[in-house]
Each structure stands twice: as C-alpha cells, then as structure tokens.
C-alpha cells in the first residue's frame, strides 16, 4: 500500500455500538494522520434493540469495496458470533481477482479462512482497533511501517516450542471458536502440511476440550505440520498456560511440534498473523 491510498473500514459480524462511535472516530484520524483514507461501510453501527443488517446486506457491503479499484485493504472491526452469515453471499472470484487483504480477528476467523480456502489470497489475523488501544503507541509504529513495507515487526513474534523443535508451512487457523465454524462446509481450510494457529478468548477447560475434540475428530491433528497456540484469555486467566500446554499435546499426540506465543491473541498488544502466509519457526530463534 502507498501513501494516501484507501483503506475500506467494514463490519461483517455483529455491527458496532454508538458508544464505540468515539473510539471509532479517533481510530479514523489516527489512520489519516499515518496516511490512509478510511473508507466506512454504511453498516458498522446497531443501533440499541434494532435488528441489524443481514448476512447477504453485510456481504454486499464488504464486495462493494471488492469491486472498487481504489480500495487497497479491507479493515473488519468486528467481532462477535454472526461473521459466517456472509459467507454463501460472497463473490470468491471478484475476491480472488482483487488481490486485496481481509484484515481481521476472534468472530472473523471464519471470513479469513474462508477467502484463502476459496480464492489463495492471504488475509491478516489482526484487530485495526488495537491502534487505539492501550498500546496504541507501540501498534500504530509497527502498524504503519508493516502496511506501508517498511518493517515487518508487525508479524514478528516470540515462541517457545514446548513439543518438537521446529516447523514451517503455510498456516491456516486463528480462533478456535470460529475457526470450528466452517467445519463441513466448502470453507474449511485443507490442513494437509499446514501450521494450524489457535488461540481464544473465552472458553474454559471443558470449552477447549470441546473444540480439540472435534479437531481431532476432523483429522486436523493428523494433517497439520504444527500447531502454533496464541493466547486462551479464560483458560490461562483460570487455570495457566501450561495447562492450556498440556491439553493441546493430549489431542495432538506426541509427534506433532507445537509452540507457544502470548503475541497473538484478543490482547490490545497483540502482533498480527498471515493467514495463507508462509511461516518458519526453530527452537530458541522464534520467529
């Protein structure tokens, strides 16, 4: 992306809230201060006990901005339950033609996965909202040197390897959650050789037993090339890390590499990740 180019702003799971109006403002000067033109769907808000617009009317909006020329990247503030509503909806040829990246995280897994299952093009796991968070300073500078090609430490981070060593493929995932959501469909990503990446939000113990399970029951564990955990925010505020650790290893089996960062994930410092992108990870030199 160049400098002065347009960004379209969309929400394809559930509509934001007027009390997020304020943040959402600032969050378009900070854009336009940094040199992107935002440019909002007429659906980002619902209003209190309203309705809110339909998958197929959410879906219209986001191809709108796929057909427009003059948008170079799409920015989902959402999150929520309602993102694979769209998903029958979508044009995946105009899609995959536009070349365009689907930025997004939590609810919009679904969407990710299934633009790079249908069309190859990348998509990037990341919530444009953290640039008004509370780390804003330290996202906006990575943020803007990553969009503009400058420095990649926007998708730089930090693991541990806590089974195997090392692996590399192109990777697949995101939350879990939403990610399970596509299981059965045509949107499903192929695991085969691919780095599965898997974080949450809420989701106690039974919860992420839940999910593994059906993981395991989809052959995922027996696809993939590794498993790369974000962070599980309920699961690890509850109980810890290591108890997250030790239960993806139980469904996974002893032979499959796994790793572990506490860079991506729904924490306003959270680091972004290239879904469809290629990615190496070794013991000791992170990524």
Not at 63 to 76: A, L, P, Q, T, V
Not at 159 to 177: L, V, W
Not at 198 to 227: K, P, V
Request: aromatic share 8%; hydrophobic share 35%.
């Amino acid at each position: 992306m160049k400098r002065e180019e347009k960004a379209a702003i969309v929400c394809c799971s559930n509509g934001r809230r007027r009390s997020e109006e304020g943040k959402i403002q600032e969050l378009e000067r900070v854009l336009r201060k940094m040199g992107v033109v935002p440019v909002f769907s007429d659906r980002i808000y619902t209003e209190e006990g309203q309705t809110g617009p339909t998958g197929r009317e959410r879906a219209e909006e986001l191809m709108k901005f796929y057909r427009d020329d003059s948008i170079r990247e799409i920015f989902d503030l959402s999150g929520g339950d309602i993102a694979n509503e769209i998903l029958s909806y979508l044009d995946y040829e105009t899609i995959a033609c536009s070349g365009k990246r689907f930025w997004g995280y939590s609810d919009l897994t679904a969407v990710i996965n299934a633009v790079n299952c249908r069309t190859g093009n990348e998509s990037v796991l990341y919530q444009v909202k953290n640039l008004v968070g509370e780390y804003k300073e330290v996202q906006r500078e990575a943020f803007r040197k990553y969009l503009f090609q400058e420095s990649d430490e926007l998708t730089r981070f930090s693991c541990q390897f806590i089974q195997k060593n090392s692996m590399e493929g192109i990777t697949a995932g995101g939350n879990i959650r939403c990610l399970l959501k596509l299981a059965g469909t045509p949107y499903w990503p192929d695991l085969r050789g691919k780095i599965l990446i898997l974080e949450a939000l809420g989701g106690r113990r039974e919860q992420l037993i839940t999910y593994l399970s059906q993981l395991e029951q989809l052959g995922a564990f027996e696809q993939a090339a590794g498993i790369l955990l974000g962070t599980f925010t309920t699961m690890e505020k509850e109980e810890s890390a290591d108890a997250v650790c030790k239960l993806v290893r139980h469904f996974a089996g002893g032979e499959m590499p796994v790793a572990k960062t506490q860079e991506i994930g729904h924490g306003e410092d959270s680091k972004a990740a290239v879904i469809g992108g290629y990615l190496k990870l070794l013991t000791k030199s992170g990524y």
